[in-house]
């Protein structure tokens, strides 16, 4: 594996509390060095943040980061959380527009634009989540969708500020189904996002990551295109020592 930079992003959904997510990450850091140009992101649930980060501190590889948030910054929003909430509690990093989010809980192409904009404003690292359904791609729709869900974050924000984003390209089909994309069905959708950002005057190389059923299996031919610059895992992210053989697979 070469050493360009790399990024694993582990998302906890609801599993994990405090002490589970200390106990997780002291096993998990004990078995991983730091890595030159390998970052290790972790969305643990909103009530971990604190303790995830207690638990990694002074490791500079490892970012906690939050699974959601409200774009406002405060107001009658009962059972939201802001980005200076979670920021205060350690997050440096927000999912945006996770497929669960979309399809779960109705979020729109205008809120998920919404959050992406509050997040950069809070300094908090945004990682935004598009992807096709299984009926849109069955109805050859894949690249509109994508497009236009890319599109809705372009009027969002400046070309500028897409230095600080990471995207994530999760097929909705493939998310904890064990239905893979195949490394070429990934890197054809990244080149499509990438041509899309860089026709609109976006000059940074954007990290786009891939999630949907990654494992120890598959990690490594997803990783080998270099289209792909990191995964977003659920499921295999969720024990300590089976997530540290996986991002030590492309160490
Ligand atoms: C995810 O939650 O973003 C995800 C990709 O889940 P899984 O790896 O379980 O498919």
Redesign the pocket.
């Known amino acids: 594996m070469s050493r360009r930079s790399l990024l694993y992003a582990a ?1 906890w ?1 609801m599993h994990h509390g405090p002490a589970a997510a200390r106990d997780f990450l002291s096993r998990f850091l004990n078995l991983t060095s730091p890595v030159a140009d390998r970052r290790l992101w972790f969305f643990p649930p909103s009530i971990s943040i604190a303790a995830a980060c207690e638990a990694s501190a002074g490791r500079q590889d490892v970012t906690i980061g939050a699974q959601n948030v409200h774009w406002e910054p405060k107001g009658p929003f009962t059972g939201e959380l802001s980005l200076p909430l979670v920021a205060e509690a350690g997050a440096r990093a927000v999912l945006i527009g ?1 497929s ?1 989010r979309r399809h779960l809980f109705g979020e729109t192409d205008e809120q998920v634009g919404r959050k992406l904009a509050a997040a950069l404003k809070a300094r908090v690292t945004p990682l935004v ?1 598009v992807g096709e359904t299984l009926a849109e791609r069955e109805g050859g729709r894949t690249e509109a969708v994508v497009t236009r869900q890319i599109g809705s974050l372009l009027e969002r924000i400046t070309p500028g500020e897409w230095e600080k984003v990471v995207l ?1 390209y ?1 097929p909705v089909w ?4 064990g239905k893979n994309a195949t490394p070429d069905d990934a890197a054809q959708v990244h080149e499509l996002i990438r041509f899309e950002i860089s026709r609109r005057g976006v000059a940074h190389r954007v990290p786009i990551l891939y ?4 494992n120890q299996g598959n990690v490594l031919a997803l990783l080998a295109r270099e289209e792909v610059d990191g995964v ?6 969720l024990e300590p020592d089976s997530w540290a053989e996986l991002v030590g697979l492309g160490a």
């Open positions: 998302n959904k996770h669960e989540c994530a999760e493939a998310i904890g189904t999630g949907g059923s990654v977003l895992v659920g499921g295999a992210s």
